[in-house]
């Protein structure tokens, strides 16, 4: 009964901490995002400030994603790394970020939307 009793402490403990994982990295996202919901050129030229430390994602510059087929290249790399079953590693607040990052990446706010018409 007692072994019991300290397996259900346990799991209660994880399941506060991973609910506080959750609780920073959604304020950071958050954070990140707000402002540039439909700006995939923004969301990208940023996208170093909310990734994990180790992730390998290297800062683009805003005037690398002028055209849009580098957006597109950039766009699709950043899904590739951000994505919840390309994350891994022990890195919980990685794998919440990758989650986050790759869902406001996707929400509306596709690299369809930075094609600039073609004038006739």
């Given at each position: 009964?007692?072994?019991?009793?300290?397996?259900?402490?346990?799991?209660?403990?994880?399941?506060?901490?991973?609910?506080?994982?959750?609780?920073?990295?959604?304020?950071?996202?958050?954070?990140?995002?707000?402002g540039?919901?439909?700006?995939?050129?923004?969301?990208?030229?940023?996208?170093?400030?909310?990734?994990?430390?180790?992730?390998?994602?290297?800062?683009?510059?805003?005037?690398?994603?002028?055209?849009?087929?580098?957006?597109?290249?950039?766009y699709?790399?950043?899904?590739?790394?951000?994505?919840?079953?390309k994350?891994?590693?022990?890195?919980?607040?990685?794998?919440?970020?990758?989650?986050?990052?790759?869902?406001?990446?996707?929400?509306?706010?596709?690299?369809?939307?930075?094609?600039?018409?073609?004038?006739?």
């Open positions: 009964m007692a072994r019991l009793r300290e397996a259900n402490a346990a799991a209660a403990r994880e399941d506060d901490e991973k609910l506080a994982l959750v609780d920073k990295v959604d304020a950071r996202i958050a954070a990140w995002r707000d540039k919901t439909e700006n995939l050129r923004a969301l990208l030229g940023s996208l170093d400030q909310v990734l994990w430390h180790d992730s390998g994602w290297t800062k683009v510059n805003m005037a690398d994603l002028v055209v849009a087929s580098r957006v597109k290249v950039v699709m790399k950043a899904i590739a790394k951000t994505h919840p079953d994350v891994s590693g022990g890195d919980r607040e990685g794998e919440g970020e990758g989650w986050y990052c790759e869902d406001a990446d996707n929400d509306g706010c596709s690299w369809h939307k930075t094609r600039v018409p073609r004038s006739n």
